[in-house]
């Protein structure tokens, strides 16, 4: 959980304003150079990693509040959303860490602060282009940066868990919902489409029979041979052809 509005200073203030316990953690995935990144924040407070997370406000919508903390860490507002999962057990609560951050902050703890107390949180997972996200810290945050999925650094809360759930919910939807398609630049090859599988699947495919699956769905268009310069074959160029992807959709879900 990590907050993401300028006037939350005031906690008592602030209480009015929002729902409390309950809180959204995102886990915002890009593709950079055949890796698959995720990208974290590092408390200024208690210097701890975390997801990017915040509250939501009394007046506003689910979705609309992690879209708002998603806008604020990112710099973009075109942004794929799935909600994954609701973390909500009885025992979800972490008093030490989070009195640790109140001190920080110049505040008495009071283990009897709501904030102190259970919390529901939301997971979403967001599918971003690397190449235009900004990662932006706030005054909570000392960094905002990309990590490799398989270096990132201890989590605090039980966000090294909402990651690896948010991971596998993410490796089931590559194919029954082609998300994996909005971590590509508009157009790309079939080579780079195979690289971006292998990396979530964590596996060499089959060229051949990876083309021939890709193929099948019928949800891509040739757009032209990429030129190269050298003396191979260019490969052929791609597209992800949305109203053939809805239809596809359409038909997985009947």
Same mark, same amino acid.
């Given at each position: 959980?990590?907050?993401?509005?300028?006037?939350?200073?005031?906690?008592?203030?602030?209480?009015?304003?929002?729902?409390?316990?309950?809180?959204?953690?995102?886990?915002?995935?890009?593709?950079?150079?055949?890796?698959?990144?995720?990208?974290?924040?590092?408390?200024?407070?208690?210097?701890?990693?975390?997801?990017?997370?915040?509250?939501?406000?009394?007046?506003?919508?689910?979705?609309?509040?992690?879209?708002?903390?998603?806008?604020?860490?990112?710099?973009?507002?075109?942004?794929?959303?799935?909600?994954?999962?609701?973390?909500?057990?009885?025992?979800?609560?972490?008093?030490?860490?989070?009195?640790?951050?109140?001190?920080?902050?110049?505040?008495?703890?009071?283990?009897?602060?709501?904030?102190?107390?259970?919390?529901?949180?939301?997971?979403?997972?967001?599918?971003?282009?690397?190449?235009?996200?900004?990662?932006?810290?706030?005054?909570?945050?000392?960094?905002?940066?990309?990590?490799?999925?398989?270096?990132?650094?201890?989590?605090?809360?039980?966000?090294?868990?909402?990651?690896?759930?948010?991971?596998?919910?993410?490796? @089931? *939807? =590559?194919?029954?919902?082609?998300? +994996?398609?909005? %971590?590509?630049?508009?157009? &790309?090859?079939?080579?780079? /489409? @195979? *690289? =971006?599988?292998?990396?979530?699947? +964590?596996?060499? %495919?089959?060229?051949?029979? &990876?083309?021939?699956?890709? /193929?099948?769905?019928?949800?891509?268009?040739?757009?032209?041979?990429?030129?190269?310069?050298?003396?191979?074959?260019?490969?052929? /160029?791609?597209?992800?052809?949305?109203?053939?992807?809805?239809?596809?959709?359409?038909?997985?879900?009947?």
């Amino acid at each position: 959980m990590q907050e993401t509005l300028k006037d939350s200073k005031d906690f008592h203030n602030y209480s009015d304003k929002i729902i409390q316990q309950l809180s959204i953690d995102c886990v915002v995935f890009g593709f950079h150079q055949n890796q698959l990144k995720v990208l974290l924040l590092k408390s200024k407070h208690i210097n701890e990693w975390m997801l990017p997370g915040g509250f939501v406000l009394q007046n506003e919508d689910i979705e609309a509040a992690a879209h708002r903390i998603l806008g604020i860490r990112t710099g973009i507002q075109d942004i794929y959303l799935e909600l994954f999962s609701v973390f909500g057990s009885a025992n979800r609560q972490f008093p030490e860490i989070h009195q640790a951050a109140m001190r920080a902050c110049g505040y008495q703890p009071d283990p009897n602060h709501w904030i102190c107390k259970r919390f529901v949180s939301i997971g979403y997972y967001a599918l971003v282009d690397f190449s235009k996200v900004i990662p932006t810290a706030d005054e909570f945050s000392a960094i905002c940066d990309w990590f490799d999925i398989n270096k990132i650094p201890d989590l605090c809360f039980d966000h090294a868990h909402i990651f690896q759930k948010a991971l596998e919910k993410l490796r @089931q *939807n =590559l194919d029954v919902k082609l998300v +994996g398609f909005n %971590l590509l630049p508009p157009t &790309f090859t079939m080579g780079e /489409l @195979q *690289n =971006l599988y292998e990396t979530f699947l +964590g596996k060499k %495919l089959s060229r051949t029979n &990876f083309q021939r699956k890709m /193929l099948s769905l019928e949800v891509l268009e040739r757009v032209e041979k990429k030129f190269s310069g050298g003396a191979h074959k260019a490969p052929y /160029l791609y597209r992800f052809d949305e109203q053939k992807g809805e239809a596809f959709l359409e038909k997985k879900h009947f």
